[in-house]
Every structure is written in structure tokens, then in C-alpha cells.
T-cell receptor, first 110, second 112 residues
Framework: RKEVEQDPGPFNVPEGATVAFNCTYS??????FFWYRQDCRKEPKLLMS???SGNEDGRFTAQLNRASQYISLLIRDSKLSDSATYLC???????????FGRGTSLIVHP | DADVTQTPRNRITKTGKRIMLECSQT?????MYWYRQDPGLGLQLIYY???????NKGEISDGYSVSRQAQAKFSLSLESAIPNQTALYFC???????????FGQGTRLTVV
């Protein structure tokens, strides 16, 4: 079982839709969590950190459920420009190495 | 200028050749990483380093070696390139345990 698992999608949604992604992680000692965005074959860039209390940034909301070992990303009012791959990242274990999920592809269409 | 710079950005090389990918950073971070990305597989860790004297293998280190020449520089070498090492390679840095990672723009490597 991979340490960090995501549904690869693609999620194909119309503009204005609300879409949610989940990510599960296997290491219960994991300490920090992030969502990154990656545009086609470019470098990943931090979208938002995920805190135990949740985190909201405009149309984006991230939540952490430690008991069930998953994090989520909710995107409201989807824009065409949201089309990208969303990577779940978990830092944990003894060395806090960033460990990536495979990514979830989002396609927002007119 | 980018905080994390990778060179070259694109490279085509022949099977059996030795190739070095370079990474330099201006963020003053101690932690540096090399990842490989293949379509549909996400980012896989090749090597990581927490300071100049610290080098550690990641999940897919076979066929690769690294050198941490200074805090700011971390190079990845393919001693004898093979076609299945064709991939997109990313260097990244982070400031400390649990902090976000910052990425270079990537090196697209093709081994023919």
C-alpha cells in the first residue's frame, strides 16, 4: 500500500461546480499536510497547508481528519483556470520527508 | 530569479552516457531533495540531504548518485543512463521538518 493515496481522476466538472478530493495516508505519525497544484509538466506549487482546525483560502477549503487518516480539498465555484493536477503531500515519520500522492486531475469545462 | 534553479531544463542523451543534473537554491535551506516524475506515478523520491555531510537514499535510488557540494548545491548523476530513466526530474528544498517544499522548474530528460 502506498503511503499517500489519491484518486487519479480525472474529475470533469462544469464551471461553477463544487468539487472535492480526498487523500488518505498510512503513517499515523505524519505531522504536516499540504495540497500542491501542478500544471501540465511544470513544477508543483503550494496551494495550501492543511491544519488540524481546517484551512480556508477563498474558494478553497482543506480539512484534516487524523482519526481516519485523510485530508480533503474542496473547491467551490470552479473556474476554467482551476484545471490542473492536485497533489496531496504528507510529511511524517522520523525524517519528515515530503511524500506525494499520485495526484488528482481536475478538468473544468465551460 | 527563481529560488530553486535546475540545469539543464531539457536534455537528450544516449544509453550508457553519464549525465549530471544540477540544482542550486538561494533560500538558505538545509534540506534538499531529488524527485522523479513519470506520467501517472506522481513524484518518487530518489535521494535527499539534510546538510552537506548528510546523504540518504530515497525509494528509487538505484542507478543514481548525488553530491551535496555546498548548502546551496545538490547534484544528481546518472552513471550510465538507460531508457527507463527518461522522466521529468525535480529538485526541491525545505527549511525544516514539516515545512513546505519549494521546487525547481524541472529537468526533462530523454535517454535514447
Amino acid at each position: 500500500r502506498k503511503e499517500v493515496e489519491q484518486d487519479p481522476g480525472p474529475f470533469n466538472v462544469p464551471e461553477g461546480a463544487t468539487v472535492a478530493f480526498n487523500c488518505t495516508y498510512s503513517n499515523s505519525a505524519s505531522q504536516s499536510f499540504f495540497w500542491y497544484r501542478q500544471d501540465c509538466r511544470k513544477e508543483p506549487k503550494l496551494l495550501m497547508s492543511v491544519y488540524s482546525s481546517g484551512n480556508e483560502d477563498g474558494r478553497f477549503t482543506a480539512q484534516l481528519n487524523r482519526a481516519s487518516q485523510y485530508i480533503s480539498l474542496l473547491i467551490r465555484d470552479s473556474k476554467l483556470s482551476d484545471s490542473a493536477t492536485y497533489l496531496c503531500v504528507v510529511n511524517g515519520g522520523g525524517s519528515y520527508i515530503p511524500t506525494f500522492g499520485r495526484g488528482t486531475s481536475l478538468i473544468v469545462h465551460p | 530569479d527563481a529560488d530553486v534553479t535546475q540545469t539543464p531544463r531539457n536534455r537528450i542523451t544516449k544509453t550508457g552516457k553519464r549525465i549530471m543534473l544540477e540544482c542550486s537554491q538561494t533560500k538558505g535551506h538545509d534540506r534538499m531533495y531529488w524527485y522523479r516524475q513519470d506520467p501517472g506515478l506522481g513524484l518518487q523520491l530518489i535521494y535527499y540531504s539534510f546538510d552537506v555531510k548528510d546523504i540518504n537514499k530515497g525509494e528509487i535510488s538505484d542507478g543514481y548518485s548525488v553530491s551535496r557540494q555546498a548548502q546551496a548545491k545538490f547534484s544528481l548523476s546518472l552513471e550510465s543512463a538507460i531508457p527507463n530513466q527518461t522522466a521529468l526530474y525535480f529538485c526541491a528544498t525545505s527549511g525544516g521538518p514539516g515545512e513546505e517544499a519549494f521546487f525547481g522548474q524541472g529537468t526533462r530528460l530523454t535517454v535514447v
